[in-house]
């Protein structure tokens, strides 16, 4: 288990989400972010996100263990989203900045 937190690309990275998690998703996947209530019911609108990177942050070889005797492992991810509706402007926009360079 790891804590998984979601943040949004940009000037000022925004914490969208935050929570234990098993599952590690991959760059290119869409989250469906869901606002719920303290039941655990729907509470709001859901959004989608596409994942463009995922950090693992992975204890160094230089780590020391910690004191309870765990071994080391990852304790944090961390992915950074898109709203899904944004990424085709992203993706022709660095096309576009591709074949101007390419032109140089």
Known sequence: MFTLRVVRHGNQEQLLA????EVLPVRGEVLQLDTS?????P??????????AVTLHVPGIRSQAPADGS???V???E???LPDSELPALVA??????????IL
């Open 43 to 52: 509470a709001g609108p859901s959004t989608l996100w596409r994942v463009i």
């Open 79 to 81: 992915v950074t989203v």
């Open 71 to 73: 071994p080391l492992c």
């Open 37 to 41: 209530d303290s039941a655990g019911e």
């Open 93 to 102: 926009h660095r096309e576009r900045a591709a074949l101007s360079e390419s």
């Open 18 to 21: 935050a929570c234990q998690s």
């Open 75 to 77: 304790k944090q991810v």
